[in-house]
């Protein structure tokens, strides 16, 4: 899933990383008490993960205090996409979100991955903001 990333906007994200780099990466995000983590597997061999970020905002003045989870990764297999993997990945997300008391479940799509958004909306996600660029 990094290679689509990669390929579509090489001036954010990096060329496939080394399993060296990425091991200190998903070990930092394990050690965190906000983050839950999923890994699909199929046939004794994984296929896929999720990763989300249990949120608490503090209220003010202008927005009400809420508790959320925001889907940082979803990531499925590429012999197993649209066999229900994503979607069953969704799901333990969504449902450790409610445990965790969670109102809402964010996640964000580049404008690029179409198939993404598409998995997204069919999910009942909708928009609820627009990110804007313009480079300098």
Known sequence: MHAVHALNRPDVFRSEPSRDDLVPIFEAHL????IR???A?????????????IVDRQGDALLRPRRFAVLEHLAVAPNAIRTGVGTALLDAVSAAGRA?????????????????????????????????????
């Open 37 to 39: 983590a999923f890994l």
């Open 31 to 34: 050690a965190r008490d906000d």
């Open 100 to 136: 965790a008391g969670c109102s809402r479940l964010l996640t964000e799509v580049w404008e690029f991955n179409h198939e993404a958004a598409a998995f997204y909306e069919a999910a009942g996600f909708v928009s609820m903001r627009h990110a804007l660029e313009r480079a300098l």
């Open 41 to 53: 597997w199929a046939a004794g061999r994984p296929v896929g993960y999720a990763l989300a970020i």
